[in-house]
Each structure stands twice: as structure tokens, then as C-alpha cells.
């Protein structure tokens, strides 16, 4: 057997830090509904233990990767919001102020004449700038119908949504089970010193008898004996050392995930005790999975978004057919202003118009190749969407064995604990009634506590593979353990 079994947890906890980025507006159907942000909690007081749910819950309030994928729902939802809207008119609105020179406007005699202007005091360039001039034009166009373009937009931007929403939930089942993990590991660690101590105890008892004996020459006890006491005196230093590493760095990752100091952390009173419940069928499992897990909605709105990318794609073969309005004005100080409609005046003018306008994009070769580019990018997604289902499908059958056998190890382990607990005391009271030698002993203490180890270890690996298998499913530990969605209900058969 390993003489370090307990080291296991340690790479557990380092994988806290391997947390995915990640890993306005009506919800758009079909979207992953978002988890709720966790209702404020009073600051806690010192001496505050924590529970588990209030280290999740302080963590999915605080923690960055979780703040990051909630903004990026938000400005998702904005793209939505001007989706929505991209019926309403758009257009820009110009304006030029400028100095000009003198123009007037003479008749065909020469005579200062503004109405019948054949020509004017300046024929060519002329820098004698002594008026003021100024001009706005206001332009506005509105879609009537787009062949669908516009309705491609909106999809494209709630299969966004969607997708983000997916997002947001992953990542904040990546951070339940990452706090999980730490906390079960401070817990275990915690445990593993309270084993070291006890078994202090009994060496320290019988190193104190042996010691006792050789002075006094009297027993069985020999120098051999002793320095096997002292080996496994400085084997329990050892490995309470590991022990206490192993603490501080769970104690460190509840840290850095709930942005709690480690030094204020203390967990609560609870024992490391396996969780009860029972196993389900696998299938149970399964059908959750595609209904729940996160990454199955991310996987249809991305799906979604391409079929949207390839609506688009093929609507802008299609002209769009638009509603024009322009109006513009512009005076100037020192220029005439002749009444004439055939008149190009670029001084003095005033205009208004509205108009039904057809634009047509005319790149119909590129356009096809862009269409059938879409169309094989949904392909191969959809190919990608089942590589990728049959991937959560043996994840969650590897996560449900391991569980399965975690629980069957920790039955097996209680078993031989207990056995070695009453092979340790009948040894002790042997021992202290001179039948039995020193050796026995420490071969008693061996074996109790690395059963006990194991004993632990299975607790913590039954906790861990529960929230291991309710992030594979897309719930919560005790969603999972609670409630699973039922199957359908049977349709009667008609009666006759």
C-alpha cells in the first residue's frame, strides 16, 4: 500500500485553479435560464464558520470568472436590443458653416438682376470672404421589407444570448464544484490531523512502556523495538506536515475563489461524513444531462446562430427595399438667391423629398460562395454537436463508476476499520498485560490507520463525485440529489 495514499486530494485542489473563463432585454426561447445571483448575506462576524452553501454562495458573488460571463450576457443582450430595433429609421445629419465671398447675380445688360441671373461678379476662384455661410442636410431611410434579413438579425442575436447565458451557467457550476472540492479537502485534511494525533497518542503511550521496561530491564522489550518506535514517530511528523500543506492550500483555494482572507476562514463543525443518497440509473442521468447541463444549450444556440448566419446569408441575395426621406436648407449672407426650381444653388437653398428606394447589393458570386460557407459551417456543427454528445455521454457514465465504486470502497473500508480498531485494542490491553510484544503493536497502529486513511479517503471521494456527477448533469449537489427530472408520463391507451 502507498505511504502517502492521502497525497490524492492535493491534485484535486489544484485543479480549483483550472477554473474555465470562461469557463436587457426579454430572454430569448430557449435560452439557458441563468441562475439567480445569490441574495446578499450580512458580512460575518469573527469567529464566523463557514457551511458549504455559504462559501458557494459568497463565491458566485464575488468571484471574477463569474462577473466576467455576466457582462458578457449583458452585452449580448445589447446586440439583442439593437436587433429589436433595427426596423426604426436610420440616417445622418450633416452640417457646414464656412465663410464665402460676394456673389450677386447680374442680366444679360450687365444690370444687378437676383430673378434673372445669366451671370455673376465671380467667374473664378475668389478669396474677397466676407459672408457668413451655413447648410444642413438631414437624410433618413427606413427598411419595408429586407427578404428577411432583419429577422435573421434578431435570431442570430437571441441564439447570442442564449449562448452566453449557457456560458454564464457553466461557469457558475465550474465555481460550485471547485469550492466544493476545497472545502471537502480542508475538511479531510483536517480529519487526517485529528488520525495523526490519535496515533501520536498511542506511540507516545507505548513508546513511555517500552521505555519504561528497558530502564528496568524487565519485559521482553529490546533497543530494536525502540528505534521501530522512533522510525514511526518521525513517519507521523512527516506526514503531518503533508497534512497541514494540504489544509492551507484547500484553506488558500476558498480564498481565491470566495475572495475570503485564508486566515479568516474557518469551516463549520460538520464531520466528514459521506453523503447518503442513493445512486439513480445511469439513464436517469443521461436524460437530465440533455435537458440541464449547460453545455447542451450552448451547443444548440451555437447551432442556432449558424442557421441564423445562413437566414442572413441567404436573404442578402435579395434587394431591400427602403423608405428615403432627405431635407436640407442653407443661406448665406453675402450671396443672391434667384427663385428658379432648374437652379443648382449650393448657397441658398431649401429641398424636401420621400421616396421608395430599391438597394441591391450586386455581388451575387461572392455572395453564394459566403451562403454555401455558411451552410457547411452548420454542417460540421452539427457533426461537432454530436462528437459532442457522445463526449458528455461517457462523462457522465465515467464520473457515475467512479462514484459507484467510491461508495462500495467506503463500505468495504468501514468493514476492515472496524476490524482494525478491535485488533488495536485487544493488542493494547495485551500489551499492557505483558502477552504481547511492542512489535505487535505497531503493527496493529499500522494497520488501523491506514484503514482509517482509506476510510477517509472514500468519504471524500463519495462527496466529491457527487458534485463531480451534478456538474456533468448541469445541477446543483442538491438538486442532484433531490430532485431528477421525471420521465415522461405514459400516454393511455384509448379505451374502446
Not at 330 to 352: C, E, H, M, W, Y
Not at 397 to 403: G, T
Request: charged share 20%; aromatic share 6%; net charge neutral.
Amino acid at each position: 500500500m502507498s505511504r502517502r495514499p492521502f497525497l490524492a486530494p492535493c491534485f484535486l485542489l489544484l485543479a480549483t485553479f483550472a477554473i474555465a473563463p470562461a469557463r436587457a432585454g426579454e430572454p430569448p426561447p430557449n435560452a439557458t435560464p441563468a441562475a439567480a445571483p445569490a441574495p446578499p448575506t450580512p458580512a460575518p462576524t469573527a469567529g464566523h464558520r463557514y457551511a458549504l452553501g455559504e462559501l458557494i454562495a459568497r463565491a458566485q458573488r464575488h468571484y471574477p470568472g463569474v462577473a466576467a460571463a455576466e457582462h458578457a450576457v449583458a452585452a449580448m443582450e445589447q446586440k439583442l436590443f439593437q436587433a429589436r430595433w433595427a426596423w426604426l429609421p436610420r440616417g445622418e445629419l450633416n452640417a457646414v458653416f464656412a465663410p464665402t465671398p460676394e456673389i450677386r447675380c447680374f442680366d444679360d445688360a450687365g444690370n444687378p438682376d437676383e430673378q434673372s441671373c445669366v451671370r455673376t461678379n465671380i467667374r473664378e476662384i475668389a478669396f474677397n470672404l466676407n459672408g457668413v455661410f451655413g447648410r444642413a442636410q438631414l437624410e433618413l431611410g427606413m427598411p419595408l421589407y429586407t427578404f428577411g434579413k432583419l429577422s435573421a438579425v434578431g435570431n442570430a442575436a437571441r441564439a447570442g444570448v442564449a449562448l452566453e447565458q449557457a456560458r454564464l451557467a457553466a461557469a457558475r457550476r465550474d465555481l460550485e464544484l471547485n469550492v466544493t472540492k476545497a472545502y471537502w479537502g480542508a475538511k479531510l485534511a483536517s480529519a487526517i490531523l485529528e488520525m495523526i494525533h490519535e496515533g501520536r497518542e498511542h506511540l507516545d503511550k507505548a513508546s513511555a512502556r517500552l521505555t519504561q521496561q528497558l530502564e528496568d530491564d524487565s519485559g521482553d522489550a529490546t533497543v530494536t523495538d525502540e528505534l521501530r518506535l522512533k522510525t514511526y514517530t518521525v513517519e507521523i511528523d512527516t506526514r503531518t506536515l503533508e497534512a497541514r500543506k494540504l489544509q492551507q492550500l484547500a484553506l488558500r483555494s476558498l480564498s481565491a475563489l470566495t475572495g475570503l482572507p485564508a486566515d479568516r476562514i474557518e469551516l463549520d463543525d460538520a464531520p466528514l461524513e459521506a453523503s447518503s443518497a442513493e445512486l439513480l440509473a445511469g439513464a436517469d442521468y443521461q436524460r437530465a444531462a440533455r435537458q440541464q447541463r449547460p453545455e447542451m444549450h450552448l451547443l444548440e444556440a451555437a447551432l442556432s446562430a449558424v442557421q441564423a448566419r445562413s437566414q442572413l446569408e441567404r436573404a442578402r441575395l435579395w434587394p431591400d427595399l427602403l423608405l428615403v426621406g432627405r431635407a436640407g436648407i442653407g443661406r448665406a449672407t453675402n450671396v443672391d438667391f434667384p427663385q428658379n426650381a432648374f437652379l443648382n444653388n449650393p448657397f441658398n437653398f431649401s429641398s424636401a423629398g420621400l421616396a421608395l428606394t430599391l438597394h441591391w447589393q450586386l455581388d451575387t458570386v461572392q455572395q453564394i460562395g459566403r451562403l454555401r460557407e455558411a451552410l457547411a459551417n452548420g454542417r460540421r456543427l452539427a457533426a461537432k454537436r454530436q462528437e459532442a454528445l457522445t463526449g458528455m455521454k461517457l462523462e457522465i457514465e465515467k464520473v457515475y463508476l467512479e462514484l459507484q465504486e467510491a461508495q462500495q470502497r467506503l463500505v468495504v473500508a468501514e468493514r476492515g476499520h472496524r476490524s482494525a480498531r478491535s485488533w488495536l485494542v485487544a493488542t493494547s490491553q495485551n500489551l499492557s498485560a505483558g502477552l504481547a510484544e511492542p512489535k505487535e503493536l505497531t503493527d496493529a497502529l499500522v494497520a488501523y490507520f491506514r484503514l482509517r486513511l482509506t476510510v477517509l479517503q472514500a468519504i471524500f471521494d463519495v462527496n466529491v463525485g457527487w458534485s463531480e456527477l451534478a456538474r456533468k448533469v448541469g445541477l446543483a449537489t442538491t438538486e442532484l440529489t433531490r430532485t431528477l427530472i421525471a420521465p415522461p408520463a405514459p400516454t393511455p391507451a384509448p379505451t374502446s
